[in-house]
C-alpha cells in the first residue's frame, strides 16, 4: 500500500526566515516555491516548508527529519553551532548509532544521524 515518504512538511512561522536555514546554513537546495510555501531537495527527499500555519509548531513539537552529515558528527554540529543554530543535548550514542539534534530557524527539532562504525 505504501510505498515510502514522498513528502516530509515542517509548518514555519516565517518562511522567508525557513527558506534561508534551509537553503544558506544547512545548503539545501530549495526546488519549487509559491506563496507561503515551499519544496527542498535533501538528496531525493522533498521537504515542504508550510508557512499557512499560524503558530508553527515552536515548543510544541513537529515533525522531525534526520539528515546524514557530509563529514563527522562532531564536524557537523560544531560548523552549526558556528552559525548560531541551537544544539540543545550532547550527541548520543547507541548500539544503532549516533545522533545529535539541532533547532531549525523555526523550532523544529532536526537530527544528524551517523550509522555505527564496522
Sequence with gaps: MLRGVA?????????ERAKKFYRDTLGLQITNEDGEWAEVDANGLTIGLNGREPSGAGATGGPVVT???EGSLEDTVSNLKEQGVEVPAEISEH?????ATFKDSEGNDLQLYEPPSS
Design 95 to 99: 548500539p544503532w548509532g549516533r545522533v
Design 7 to 15: 513528502v516530509v512538511w515542517m509548518p514555519v512561522q516565517d518562511i
Design 67 to 69: 539528515f546524514q552529515p
